[in-house]
């Protein structure tokens, strides 16, 4: 049983980045407006996500790490409604059985932290005292200590450190509003201020030129009952921005989310390129928030949520497409 769930957990949390995006879900989730990302040998020896949410109550504690148990779904409908994110409750489940975790947390109504340790799904011992602020501090050790053939595949730490980053790089922001720090060692650790502020993040992490650059978007289609919102920066001649990308000092930057959920989503990239190499344009840099009624979704198809399906996605697609083709039109005429 323990191998069956050790390779679902590892399925789940594939690499490195697939747990930093769950713990750093669940931070947002308590509320957070601090996150603080730490790692060692790319998350491998230590991956930890402290943040100042709401906390873990201390009679929760020997619940999180087990499979299926959450504190965001009301009642069955939520799992079609998605109200909350997450995939009900197997992150905390499926790291604590691939690493070993440890959780401290506090709430602001408690008396002190509590801390506890968690393997294969379960509290080892009972929760204790412990010092620390308000707030959630989860540290993941030796990250696939028990599927050695993945953590001796994960040669390429530069890799991985990469992936986190870039992970990172999507929150900070998709929310301006939430200070987020990465520390990893690396040349590219960063931390946000949280003041709301988009174009000083972007500026920070991305370059002033796309920065200055930025663009608002804002679609509502009350029809299909979705609103997209979001930026991009403007659009540049292709042969300008190909001879950039040789000098290999920009790349571009496409970011999705989904009712608040960071995914992989490239049909909703589709009719901004398609706008754009009519006129021989490239974007580099576009950020894309579409909240849509939850009936209309489904992002738990698949336990990453990577792969997002849409009801409807013709009619969404062709908004979208038609509404960045006014968009453009009224930058370049
Ligand atoms: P889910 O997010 O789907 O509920 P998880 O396995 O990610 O499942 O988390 C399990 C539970 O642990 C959550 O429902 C929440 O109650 C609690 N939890 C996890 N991380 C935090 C956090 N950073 N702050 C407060 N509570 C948390
Ligand atoms: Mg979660």
Redesign the pocket.
């Known amino acids: 049983q323990d191998v069956v769930n050790r390779m679902a957990a590892g399925e789940v949390l594939a690499r490195p980045y697939n747990a930093i995006k769950?713990?750093v879900?669940?931070?947002l989730?308590?509320g957070?407006t601090e996150i603080q990302v730490h790692m060692q040998n790319a998350g491998l020896k230590l991956l930890q996500?402290s943040?100042n949410?709401?906390?873990?109550e201390r009679d929760?504690f020997d619940?999180?790490?087990e499979r299926f148990?959450?504190?965001?779904?009301q009642k069955f409908e939520d799992l079609m409604h998605m109200q909350?994110?997450?995939?009900?409750?197997?992150?905390?489940?499926?790291?604590s059985h691939v690493a070993k975790v440890n959780?401290v947390?506090k709430r602001e109504d408690g008396k002190c932290a509590y801390q506890a340790d968690y393997l294969d799904g379960k509290m080892l011992a009972t929760t204790k005292p412990a010092a620390g602020k308000n707030?959630?501090c989860?540290t993941a050790t030796d990250l696939f200590y028990n599927l050695p053939v993945r953590r001796n595949k994960m040669v390429t730490h530069g890799e991985e450190a990469k992936m986190v980053y870039d992970t990172l790089l999507r929150f900070a922001i998709h929310r301006p509003d939430v200070s987020f720090a990465l520390r990893q060692a690396q040349s590219n650790d960063f931390r946000t201020k949280g003041d709301g502020n988009l174009r000083d993040v972007v500026s920070n992490l991305l370059g002033r030129e796309i920065a200055d650059n930025l663009i608002p978007l804002a679609l509502d289609s009350t029809r299909l009952k979705f609103e997209f919102s979001g930026n991009f920066s403007k659009p540049i001649a292709a042969a300008t921005a190909k001879a950039a990308l040789n000098r290999k000092t920009t790349r571009s930057f496409f970011s999705v989310f989904i009712n608040g959920r960071s995914v992989r989503c490239e049909i909703l990239k589709h009719p901004l390129d398609e706008v754009l190499q009519n006129r021989s344009l490239i974007c580099q840099f576009c950020s894309v928030h579409l909240k849509i009624d939850e009936t209309r979704i489904d992002v738990n198809v698949h336990p990453t949520k990577s792969s997002v399906i849409f009801l409807e996605k013709e009619a969404i697609i062709d908004e979208i497409r038609a509404y960045f083709e006014k968009v453009v039109n009224e930058i370049f005429g």
């Not at 949410?53 to 873990?56: L, P």
């Not at 148990?69 to 779904?73: F, G, I, M, Q, Y």
């Open positions: 769950e713990l879900e669940n931070s989730d308590a957070a996500v943040d949410g709401k906390g873990i929760d619940l999180v790490c148990a959450t504190s965001k779904l909350t994110y997450g995939f009900r409750g197997e992150a905390l489940a499926s790291l959780i947390s707030g959630t989860i």
